[in-house]
C-alpha cells in the first residue's frame, strides 16, 4: 500500500500512528464502534459476543446500533437490534438502542430519504449519552461497512467520530480481504480514530491460506488479531481481550 497522499509509510502499523490516537479515549474507555469490512461479515455476532463477555465480567452493558434497515419477519424490530438487546444486561428503551430503524434492508440514506427521514448525528449521540448513563459499557454496531453513507455528505465513521469511540474492525476472511481490511483501516485512521482492534471471522468456505493471510494483515495494521474465529462458533473475550479494547475495570 504505497503511493503519495498517504499519511504513513506502506509498513508503518496503523495501530501505533499519532492519528490513530483518538482524542477523547480517556471519556470514553468502556465504549467501542464496530464495524466491518463489508455487510453480512459478522459485527452484530462479535458485538453479541463481546457483550455476552462484558456481562460475565462484571460490567453492566448495553448495546447500540444507531442506524438499522430491516426489519425481522413478523416484527417491527430489526433483527440484529434484538440480538444486542438479548446480549445485553441492562435495559433501556428501543428508541435509545436503535434510533433509527427502516423496514426496508437497503442503503441507509437511500431508505432514509425515501421515507423523508434525515438521519441526525446529533441525536444519536444524544442517545448514547443517555445509554453511558445506564451502562459502564456500550457496544455501539454499525450498519454495512465503515463508510456506509447516512446521508449525502456523512457515512458511518462520522458515527463514530461524533460519540469519539475507538474502532473494533470485523475483517470478513475470503478473497479480497487484504485490500477491503486495509482501505477501512485507512480510513478509520484519517478520521483521527483509533483502530483498537481487529477480529479475524473465517467465512464459509475457508478461504485458501488463511493463516497466512492472517499475518499479513497483522503486519501490515500493526496488530495481531483479537480473536480468529469461524462463523457459528461462540467467542469468548477473557478479561486480557477486553482490556485490549479499553473495557477495564
Not at 444507531?66 to 424490530?77: E, L, R, S
Not at 438502542?97 to 441526525?120: K, Q, W
Not at 465513521?157 to 475483517?171: G, K, R, T
Request: net charge neutral; aromatic share 4%; proline share 6%.
Amino acid at each position: 500500500m504505497s503511493g503519495a497522499g498517504l499519511p504513513q509509510a506502506a509498513n508503518a502499523p496503523f495501530g501505533h500512528s499519532e492519528a490513530a490516537k483518538p482524542r477523547a479515549w480517556a471519556n470514553h474507555a468502556s465504549a467501542v464502534f464496530v464495524t466491518g469490512t463489508d455487510t453480512g461479515i459478522g459485527k452484530t455476532w462479535i458485538a453479541a459476543a463481546l457483550l455476552r463477555s462484558l456481562c460475565a465480567a462484571g460490567f453492566r452493558a448495553v448495546g447500540m446500533k444507531p442506524v438499522a434497515a430491516g426489519f425481522a419477519p413478523g416484527t417491527n424490530v430489526n433483527a440484529d437490534v434484538s440480538e444486542l438487546c438479548d446480549a445485553g444486561n441492562v435495559d433501556a428503551a428501543l428508541d435509545l438502542r436503535n434510533p433509527y430503524s427502516f423496514a426496508e434492508p437497503a442503503a441507509p440514506h437511500l431508505i432514509a430519504a425515501a421515507a423523508g427521514v434525515t438521519i441526525d448525528i446529533a441525536r444519536i449521540a444524544d442517545a448514547y449519552a443517555r445509554l453511558r448513563t445506564r451502562a459502564g459499557a456500550v457496544v455501539v454496531e454499525g450498519a454495512g461497512g465503515a463508510l456506509v453513507p447516512i446521508d449525502r455528505t456523512h457515512d458511518m465513521l462520522d458515527i463514530a467520530a461524533a460519540l469519539s469511540l475507538p474502532v473494533l474492525l470485523v475483517v470478513g476472511m475470503r478473497l479480497g480481504c487484504l485490500n477491503h481490511a486495509l482501505l477501512t483501516a485507512l480510513a478509520v485512521q484519517r478520521r483521527g480514530l483509533a483502530l483498537a482492534g481487529w477480529v479475524a471471522n473465517a467465512l464459509p468456505p475457508r478461504m485458501a491460506l488463511l493463516e497466512h493471510n492472517v499475518d499479513t494483515l497483522t503486519e501490515r495494521l500493526g496488530l495481531a488479531p483479537i480473536a480468529i474465529v469461524a462463523l457459528g462458533e461462540d467467542p469468548a473475550f477473557d478479561a486480557a481481550r477486553l482490556a485490549m479494547l479499553g473495557f477495564a475495570r
